[in-house]
């Protein structure tokens, strides 16, 4: 029993890393993670077009990871496929890399914090794992600079293909029919996750210092210095610090 409580103890006193910025950017990180997954993959919307006086006679709904490409307009009075929203330069892959981003630092957060609380010791006795974790922190920083750069200009992308003018060119039904829009494209979610995303790389680079003086190459620098001891020369010897012999003669000599 007062193994077991001195064990809790000792993880409680462990907790106190949340107070330090090191530990406390980890839980943001977790936080920001989930909500620019979240967004991502939350953005599910469509645009809907009256041609003719019928309304929303043409549709076209899409959602991640924004196969655009794949994705019909359709004539929804027999439910025809008329075309695709686009037959090029897809944000499919921008979008799975910036939510695999997100999810993998929701794990490494996790497993982070988890190693600062149950093995405190073992983190700050062994050089090896605060250089893991700097190495990881920067490579996913640099993961998540280039994901968000590149899921920005794929949800421009987005915006620009799934637009009604697009659509409308797309059904080919309105070349001699006059046609106007009914339902226009919600793009909230995936412009709110871009910004998440740039939060998170700031997170993630700046949890870099913090994490970098726990290494044993910062820590090197910063160890005070011990004076050497300087070697006795030559022009010492009639220095008045120097010791001079004593010579005592004796009597009768």
């Not at 590149?150 to 006059?178: D, F, H, K, M, Y």
Request: glycine content about 6%.
């Amino acid at each position: 029993m007062e193994a077991v409580q001195s064990k809790f103890a000792g993880m409680s006193n462990h907790l106190g890393i949340f107070k330090e910025p090191r530990g406390l950017i980890r839980v943001f990180q977790v936080i920001f993670a989930i909500l620019a997954i979240a967004t991502a993959c939350n953005g599910r919307s469509s645009v809907a077009l009256n041609v003719g006086g019928v309304t929303n006679a043409v549709t076209t709904t899409w959602s991640y990871p924004y196969k655009l490409a794949n994705t019909a307009v359709i004539r929804t009075s027999d439910r025809a496929v008329l075309s695709s929203i686009s037959t090029g330069n897809d944000p499919e892959s921008a979008a799975e890399f910036f939510v695999f981003t997100g999810s993998t630092s929701l794990i490494l957060s996790l497993a982070f914090i988890f190693l600062y609380v149950f093995m405190h010791e073992q983190y700050i006795n062994k050089d090896l794992y605060p250089v893991i974790d700097f190495t990881i922190t920067m490579i996913w920083t640099i993961f998540w600079i280039a994901g968000s750069s590149a899921w920005a200009q794929a949800v421009t992308s987005i915006r620009t293909q799934t637009a009604w003018e697009n659509i409308r060119q797309r059904s080919g039904l309105c070349q001699t029919t006059p046609c106007s829009y009914s339902v226009s494209g919600n793009y909230a979610n995936i412009i709110v996750s871009v910004i998440f995303g740039y939060l998170n790389f700031i997170l993630w680079a700046g949890s870099t210092w913090f994490i970098f003086k726990e290494t044993r190459f910062f820590k090197g620098r910063t160890l005070p210095q011990q004076p050497q001891p300087q070697p006795h020369t030559y022009s010492d010897m009639g220095s008045p610090t120097m010791p001079q012999p004593s010579y005592i003669r004796s009597p009768g000599q």
